[in-house]
Each structure stands twice: as structure tokens, then as C-alpha cells.
């Protein structure tokens, strides 16, 4: 295995976050798996990019990414979204395979229910601002002590904001049948045992949403378990049953 290229898995953030949920990572997973966190336009060092709101631009920016002859060869890799992330994850995965492009081995998808069933936060984007801090006072998303004016809500609120929209857009896209027909890839859903939003029972949903192999895990925590350690081990352990079951070519 020393040998080997990591297993590659693609990453993709929570609503309003950029890439640091993803920073510990590499030592959760273990030996043979890295992880490739992907920035959307609109924040940290891409803030200057107008944001994407509509499937079609986060196609644009994105699907480059999976062309390439690393990605695109015959060595497999993961794709994990946590929240608005799996929705950006399934959608990539979908238009690949519209596309005639290798998909990934395995599609892991956390904290968030299927596209089919409703998510409170993902119809706040519009909502007046007393009612949107509301739902994200209930979730643990605000920050303490923040106010009006200060810098949560002149940074961060805008891009949330338009990250839900794009949540919104992602779902509503996802619901119009596929011209490659139903998904076919394996799909591993987490959920966080005291997730609010989107609890065990909903994430279980997902199993409509692939004809391939499905599993349902649990693991501690809130909605964004993101930030704990069981969940890259988790996601590592599968990592490790892709490779055995499609090893990856040595010297890629």
C-alpha cells in the first residue's frame, strides 16, 4: 500500500462554511485515504467569486474537477457532502454520470434528508432575518454574541443565505427525472444521533435514491458532527473497503 496514491475523497461543506470543517481529517481516515476539500466560490481565499445559487454554475465550477485524467482515470475515489454538501454531492455525482464520466466508488451523504423531503433551513433563504436567526438559533448554527452589524452577519449571513437558495435549487433540480435514468451508485447516509434537522429516520430516506448498495450509519453528535472525530473514522473504514474491493493502480 506504501506504494499507492491515497484514495481520494472529495469533500464538499455545510451552508455558510468553507473548507476548515475538513482540516483534521486526514488523520481520522487512516492510512490510504486523503482528503480533497472543495471551496465554492463566494469565501475564504474565493470571496471575490460571485456565489453560486442555481445547479448550473455549481456544474460550471465544479465539473472540471472530475474531467481531469487523476480523477476521471481508473482510480476510485470517495465523495462526501455533509448538509448543503450532500445535495451539491449528489447532484455532482449525478450529472458525471449523465455525463458518461466515472462516478465515484461510493457517494457518502450526512445530515441531510433526500431531496424529496423537506428541510426547514433550506426554505429560509428568502425569510426575514428575525425568522431565518431563529432557525438557526435551534440548530446551535448562530454564533454567541452575534449582532446586528457585526461581523457574523456582514460576512458570513449573505453567503448563508445564498448557500440555501442553492440548497433549495439542488433539491428542486434533483426531483426531475435524470435523462441517464436512476442512480446506481453505492450510498453510505450519517446521521447525528441528536441531529434536529435531519435525524436518522429522515437520512434513512436516501435508500430511494440509488439502486445500488445502501447503509444507514449513526454516529454522536449534532448537525454539524462534522467537526467530531467518529466520522472521518467512519468514513476512513469505508475508504479502506472501497480499496480492497477496487485497489487503486500503483504509480497513479
Known amino acids: 500500500m506504501s506504494d499507492e496514491r491515497p484514495l481520494r475523497v472529495h469533500c464538499f461543506a455545510h451552508a455558510g462554511a468553507g473548507i476548515s470543517s475538513f482540516a483534521g481529517w486526514n488523520r481520522g481516515l487512516g492510512p490510504g485515504a486523503q482528503t480533497v476539500p472543495h471551496l465554492l466560490p463566494g469565501r ?27 480523477v476521471a482515470g481508473s482510480a476510485p475515489y470517495l465523495i462526501y457532502g455533509h448538509s448543503l454538501g450532500a445535495l451539491i454531492a449528489y447532484t455532482l455525482t449525478r450529472a458525471l454520470a449523465e455525463a458518461g464520466l466515472p462516478g465515484p466508488a461510493l457517494l457518502v451523504v450526512g445530515a441531510c434528508p433526500p431531496p424529496d423531503e423537506s428541510l426547514g433551513l433550506s426554505d429560509a433563504g428568502r425569510a426575514p432575518d428575525e425568522e431565518l436567526l431563529h432557525l438557526l438559533g435551534g440548530v446551535g448554527a448562530l454564533p454567541a454574541g452575534a449582532q446586528p452589524g457585526g461581523l457574523w452577519h456582514r460576512l458570513v449571513k449573505p453567503v448563508l443565505r445564498d448557500d440555501l437558495l442553492l440548497a433549495d435549487a439542488l433539491r428542486a433540480a434533483a426531483r426531475r427525472p435524470s435523462p441517464a435514468g436512476p442512480l446506481d451508485v453505492p450510498v453510505l447516509a450519517v446521521a447525528g444521533r441528536s441531529d434536529p434537522l435531519a435525524p436518522a429516520e429522515a437520512v434513512a430516506g436516501w435508500r430511494r435514491w440509488t439502486t445500488g448498495p445502501f447503509a444507514l450509519r449513526t454516529v454522536p453528535g449534532d448537525h454539524f458532527f ?8 467512519l468514513v476512513g473504514r469505508a475508504s479502506r473497503v472501497v480499496r480492497r474491493l477496487a485497489p487503486v493502480a500503483a504509480g497513479r
Open 44 to 70: 475564504d481565499g474565493r470571496r471575490r467569486e460571485p456565489r453560486v445559487t442555481e445547479r448550473e454554475a455549481l456544474l460550471a465550477d465544479l465539473m472540471g474537477h472530475f474531467t481531469q485524467d487523476d
Open 226 to 233: 462534522v467537526r467530531g472525530r467518529e466520522l472521518p473514522r
